[in-house]
Nanobody, 124 residues
């Protein structure tokens, strides 16, 4: 599956933004999907993930209550709605696809396909 993330940009702290990740070339509805982020000089970290049905979502503690992951299998797209953004959310955000029964959802090594990343910059 090929993934393309978009929707990043420059926003002020406290504002909201939605990232999208469009999938093609595979059966999107059979993939677990995740969002990860990488700040300059740091490792790529887990942000949020959703099962193939959309029935289970998991979040990093740093974004819990502020970010919401969702998916639309009819549109082959996964979203990351981000609110109350903070400067520390600044990073390149990547979407990723993994196997249908991928566990645990937070484990980066379980994801097989990656998008190219979209930059989010949050100014204070």
């Amino acid at each position: 599956v090929q993934l393309q993330a978009f929707g990043g940009g420059l926003v002020q702290a406290g504002n909201s933004l939605r990232l999208s990740c469009a999938a093609s070339g595979g059966t999107f509805s059979s993939y677990a999907m995740g969002w990860f982020r990488q700040a300059p000089g740091k490792e790529r970290d887990f942000v949020a993930a959703i099962t193939w049905t959309g029935g289970i979502t998991v979040y990093a503690d740093s974004v819990k209550g502020r970010f919401t992951i969702s998916r639309d299998n009819a549109k082959n797209t996964v979203y990351l709605q981000m609110s109350s953004l903070k400067p520390e959310d600044t990073a390149v955000y990547y979407c990723a696809a993994g196997g249908k029964w991928l566990v645990p959802l937070e484990r980066i090594s379980e994801y097989d396909s990656w998008g190219q990343g979209t930059q989010l910059t949050v100014s204070s």
